[in-house]
């Protein structure tokens, strides 16, 4: 599966932002679709998840009730909407798709830059 990153960019805190996540190539309803985040100096770290057949979103403590990850089925397309973003939330976002049969992230899309300013 292939996986196109969008929708980064500079915002101020409080502010929201929706990432888009395209994907295309295999069957997508045998994977599960996820947001990744690596900040400067930092590892990267699981944002949230959505298994493309059932649903069943998951989310990082850090980021739960402000952040929804969502799918279009349609466009096969995953969204990551960021509400209430804060300064800890800047980071280089990525897309990354697993087999739900897996526990790994093999497929991986570009990042895309999102800043959050004071």
């Known amino acids: 599966v292939q996986l196109q990153a969008s929708g980064g960019g500079l915002v101020q805190a409080g502010d929201s932002l929706r990432l888009s996540c395209a994907a295309s190539g295999r069957t997508i309803s045998s994977y599960s679709l996820g947001w990744f985040r690596q900040a400067p100096g930092k590892e990267r770290e699981f944002v949230a998840s959505i298994n493309w057949r059932v649903g069943n979103p998951r989310y990082a403590d850090s980021v739960r009730g402000r952040f929804t990850i969502s799918r279009d089925n349609a466009k096969n397309t995953v969204y990551l909407q960021m509400n209430s973003l804060k300064l800890e939330d800047t980071a280089v976002y990525y897309c990354?798709?697993?087999?739900?049969?897996?526990?790994?992230?093999?497929?991986w899309g570009q990042g895309t830059q999102v800043t959050v300013s004071s």
């Open positions: 990354a798709g697993r087999l739900v049969s897996s526990v790994r992230y093999d497929y």
